[in-house]
């Protein structure tokens, strides 16, 4: 990797650093599932075999003793492997206990004397074993982190035959390859931006003074900051409120892929729209569970988008910026929020706001106390939660040699917001975890229940749409919780929807714009 031994802290590294609270800790903590049992030992090797040939996962952060100035990564002296993998056994090897430990775990903060990253192995899990990995935000951003997580899955024989050297801190190439590979099917907004956008971010990676002039030239970017300013305060519900430092973390049952194509095809959108919208729709069943008003409610999601090329993904560090999508909890009709998420996220596509929040990520690093705290203060105040979406590899992987059955990860909450929503998707299904403040919402699972049926309401939609003469083609019926439950609310014929179209055929029920 090429690292030095004292090397400065990025700006985007140390502004994350920073924004560390008691209550809210900038640490993204991930959940893996093995098929089969693991002895410790054999995982604790892995990780030392695999990891510690990160320089990063070694160093351990120095906080600066002048103003306007970085920290720095130094090794650390004391490196105890003890420290950083765990034996962590539950009482109980259901998903409830292991759900709460994650809870437990997000709310305790990692030794600031060491490199900030733990692993925690359970080694009796629903007949296998369980992962609960926990990086600080400083170490790297999502992208970063499942490539670290990915180096530690089995390898073809050829790349097992040139393990990492530890002690020189060389990784195989053919290792590297062949997690890169992995990350391959991984989309993420990039895709949708200019080329020059990220070439942008790669000059201002390499030229840091670049990034002034960035900002000085772009007329849209200054136009796209003066959005940010004048955005109006997300509306104030149970989500958004004063933080403890207790955490609640949970996750769904597994939504397989091509139901959630089926329901983008019938509604001319893509799966993100349609994940999006069904996330809006579960938000709005628990908000109206609490008997809160949600008619023409609407609360903003911040969404890390990605800056990195998928060849810089071995490159730890953060390299992202963020975007305001709206989520209409306001629109009761599935379809009509399918198409609303929709217009949102074709609107952002048009601006640069994810390589404007970069630059004022970097710039916040040495910002001073007063101006830092006043940018936080301001995103805080105008989004409800953190929202991530990634797509991991489409194949199951392996590790020490059993099948990683399951992938959950959650990013922090900056901005003292009180939830985090994490969408995975690996290996032909989808994941939705919710992270909580136990104090604002202590039953997340109430969410997750939410989600279901509005997936559930939404395959009603296609069943209604699609030819009995295609039944065949189309996947099975989902086995519950998928089927539409019979309290459901019925889906509105889609002729009868708000700016829905009547359709009796697999054509959309509602002409696509210009999808995602």
């Known amino acids: 990797m090429g690292e030095t031994s004292h090397r400065a802290a990025t700006g985007v590294d140390a502004a994350w650093l920073r924004m560390d609270e008691p209550g809210n800790l900038m640490v993204i903590n991930a959940v893996m599932v093995l098929d089969g049992p693991v002895p410790f030992e054999r995982y604790r090797d892995l990780i030392v075999s695999r990891l510690l040939s990160l320089p990063r996962l070694r160093q351990r952060i120095v906080k600066p003793l002048l103003p306007f100035t970085l920290p720095t990564w130094e090794p650390d002296p004391q490196f105890d492997i003890r420290y950083h993998v765990r034996l962590t056994p539950l009482e109980h090897d259901d998903r409830a206990s292991l759900q709460e430990l994650a809870g437990i775990l997000m709310s305790q903060p990692l030794d600031p004397q060491r490199p900030l990253w733990q692993f925690h192995f359970v080694p009796d899990y629903e007949n296998g074993s369980a992962v609960i990995a926990r990086f600080h935000h400083c170490i790297g951003d999502g992208l970063a982190m499942l490539y670290v997580l990915l180096s530690m899955t089995d390898t073809p024989p050829a790349a097992h035959e040139q393990e990492a050297d530890v002690s020189t801190g060389q990784r195989s190439g053919t290792v590297l390859d062949f997690v890169t590979r992995s990350l391959s099917p991984v989309v993420s907004y990039t895709r949708s931006l200019e080329e020059n956008v990220v070439r942008e971010v790669r000059e201002i990676a390499s030229r840091p003074a670049r990034a002034v002039d960035i900002t000085r030239d772009l007329s849209v970017g200054a136009g796209a900051l003066g959005k940010i300013i004048l955005m109006s305060a997300d509306p104030k519900t149970a989500f958004k409120g004063p933080l403890s430092s207790s955490k609640r973390a949970v996750w769904a049952d597994p939504v397989p892929i091509p139901l959630l194509k089926d329901i983008a095809r019938v509604t001319g959108s893509k799966i993100n729209d349609v994940v999006l919208a069904a996330v809006a729709g579960a938000l709005r069943r628990y908000l109206v569970s609490r008997d809160q008003r949600v008619e023409k409610v609407t609360v903003r999601a911040v969404v890390p988008v990605n800056l990195r090329p998928i060849e810089d993904a071995s490159e730890l560090g953060n390299r992202f910026g963020l975007v305001f999508v709206p989520l209409p909890l306001g629109i009761e009709d599935p379809l009509d929020r399918i198409f609303a998420v929709r217009n949102h996220t074709e609107d952002i596509k048009r601006t640069p706001e994810a390589l404007l929040t970069f630059q004022i990520l970097r710039m916040l690093g040495a910002t001073p106390s007063p101006g830092f705290d006043a940018v936080v203060r301001l995103f805080g105040m105008r989004s409800t ?132």
């Open 385 to 516: 939660a953190v929202m991530t979406n990634v797509i991991g590899p489409r194949e199951p992987l392996k590790m020490a040699g059993t099948t990683l059955k399951q992938v959950m990860f959650w990013v922090p909450c900056a901005g003292r917001l009180g939830m985090g929503v994490s969408i995975f998707s690996y290996a032909g299904n989808l994941w939705l975890g919710i992270a909580t403040d136990a104090r604002l919402v202590p039953d997340p699972e109430r969410i997750i229940e939410g989600f279901h049926a509005e997936i559930a309401q939404m395959m009603d939609l296609v069943v209604q749409v699609t030819p009995e003469k295609e039944a065949g083609a189309r996947p099975p019926q989902p086995a519950a919780p998928w089927q539409p439950a019979a309290a459901s609310p019925p889906l509105a014929p889609a002729g009868q929807a708000e700016g829905g179209q009547g359709s009796t055929s697999t054509e959309p029920v509602s002409k696509p714009q210009s999808g995602l």
